[in-house]
Each structure stands twice: as C-alpha cells, then as structure tokens.
C-alpha cells in the first residue's frame, strides 16, 4: 500500500514566481519606499539649487570667508551625492514595480530561482539571490 501512495503521490513542484497576493504585498512595500525616496530626494534637491527656502539663506551675508565657502560647497556636494543615489535607487524601485506587473518580480536573474521573502522584504529592489550575488562576487575577484 505504501508503494500505491509512492507511485500516486505527486512530486512537490519548486514554485517559480510569487502569486498575485504575495506580489500585491510587495508592491505596498515598495510603493512606502518609494513615497519616502522620492520625499527625500526632493529635499536634497532643494539643499543643492536652494529653491523654495524662506529660512536664513536669504539673510546670509556675503562676505563669507574662503572657509565658510568651503564647508558650504561641501556640504553641497555632499547633497549631490546623496541625490544621485537616492535616484538610482528610486530607478530600482520603479523597476522593480515594473516587474511585478510583468509577474516576473522576485526572480534571480542569474540562476532564475526564488529570492526568498526575507530579502526582499528588506531589498525589495533585489534582483539577485545571495548565492547568485557571491557567485559573481567571487567572478569579479578572479
């Protein structure tokens, strides 16, 4: 009898992508990230072109010194650095998004398997599993 079950019994399927449910739970998390991303983003951008500011900026005087103007610059750049990776990143969200509606979110693009739930939870832009990532890790060092 127990060979009847064997022979009957129907081998458990690896699934290949998430189902609707799960990709709808990941589009809130990413739409959240988003929101605050963009947010962000446009704060840093008012930093870098000092738009719509009624602060001290305004009062500021002119006769700063090569110091001040420094840090000034700094900071500046600083800002723009930031910008531009909280751009790529919102790039990446967007992206991801796409490719929940193509239902293809979720899976590594190198070994095609499942990113698990967990890493995507905290990398919702993920692309690639851990073992793919320090498969091609470990390319690069060669």
């Given at each position: 009898m127990?060979?009847?079950i064997k ?21 809130v ?11 962000e ?40 650095q ?21 239902k293809t979110?979720g899976?590594?693009?190198?070994t ?12 919702p ?18």
């Open positions: 127990s060979e009847d022979e009957n019994a129907v081998p458990e399927v690896e699934k290949t992508r998430y189902s609707d449910d799960e990709l709808a739970e990941f589009k998390i990413i739409n959240e990230k988003l929101d605050k991303a963009r947010k983003y446009n704060t840093l951008r008012q930093v870098i072109m000092h738009n719509g500011s009624n602060d001290i900026e305004d009062t500021t005087p002119s006769f700063k010194t090569v110091e001040d103007d420094g840090a000034y610059q700094l900071s500046k750049e600083e800002a723009s930031l910008a531009q990776r909280q751009y790529k990143f919102i790039q990446n969200l967007e992206a991801a998004l796409v490719r929940i509606e193509n979110y899976i590594c693009r190198v095609g398997k499942l990113i698990p739930k967990e890493r995507l939870r905290l990398v832009h993920a692309t690639l599993t851990v073992e793919a990532k320090e498969m091609l890790a470990k390319k690069g060092r060669n």
